[in-house]
Each structure stands twice: as C-alpha cells, then as structure tokens.
Nanobody, 125 residues
Framework: QVQLVESGGGAVQDGGSLRLSCAASGRTFSSYPMGWFRQAPGKEREFVARIRWSGGSTYYADSVKGRFTISRDNAKNTVYLQMNSLKPEDTAVYYC??????????????????WGQGTQVTVSS
C-alpha cells in the first residue's frame, strides 16, 4: 500500500514562507520522480515542481521558479517544497505525487500514479 502524507500547509501573508513535507511509504520510489502539484478553487490541478530521487535533478513551473525549491531526503523517503516570497495567487491545495512508471511527461498529472491527500496553503494580501 503506497502512502503519501503531506504536512506543512497553513496561512501566511503576502511575501511569507512555508515549507511543505511529503512522507512516502509502501514501496521504493528511487526509479521515478516525485512531484508537487496545486489546485486552486475552480481551476485544474497544475504542476509546480518535480525531483528525481536518484541524482536530485529538479524542474519547476515558470510561475514558481526562483521562489520555490524542491528537495528530498532519501533516508527519510521525504520530499520537501520550500516556498518563499509567497503571493496570493499561490493560494491552493498542494498535492504530493509519486510516479510509478515511465511517462513522457512528468509535468502533467497523468505522469503520476500515487497522490497525497493535499494540504491547504492560503496567502493573504
């Protein structure tokens, strides 16, 4: 049973910071990326960032590049999303996701097989 558990969401003011965590269990995730997505009310779930367990290569959506940093702790099977300079438009439910197979696009929801329950991030102006 694969399980992804997010934590660290909350409410901050414009310009503030938050750090999200995603603890993974139930299988070995070393072969494929882990990702963060977000979904604002009335909008589709969108890609935020991804990272490979092996090598640690990262990729970001343009909207968060330079403000967000994705990282991982292999020993703890945990992925983090450090979010700085938060803006009201970053308000959304943030989801952790794990890929379990090859995909031609790990920047889309279809590239991932396992999802966490989501954690709310609210940025007020």
């Amino acid at each position: 049973q694969v399980q992804l558990v997010e934590s660290g969401g909350g409410a901050v003011q414009d310009g503030g910071s938050l750090r999200l965590s995603c603890a993974a269990s139930g299988r070995t995730f070393s072969s494929y990326p882990m990702g963060w997505f977000r979904q604002a009310p009335g909008k589709e779930r969108e890609f935020v960032a991804r990272i490979r367990w092996s090598g640690g290569s990262t990729y970001y959506a343009d909207s968060v590049k330079g403000r967000f940093t994705i990282s991982r702790d292999n020993a703890k099977n945990t992925v983090y999303l450090q979010m700085n300079s938060l803006k009201p438009e970053d308000t959304a439910v943030y989801y952790c996701a794990a890929a379990g197979r090859y995909s031609s696009s790990y920047s889309s929801t279809g590239g991932y097989d396992y999802w966490g329950q989501g954690t709310q991030v609210t940025v007020s102006s």
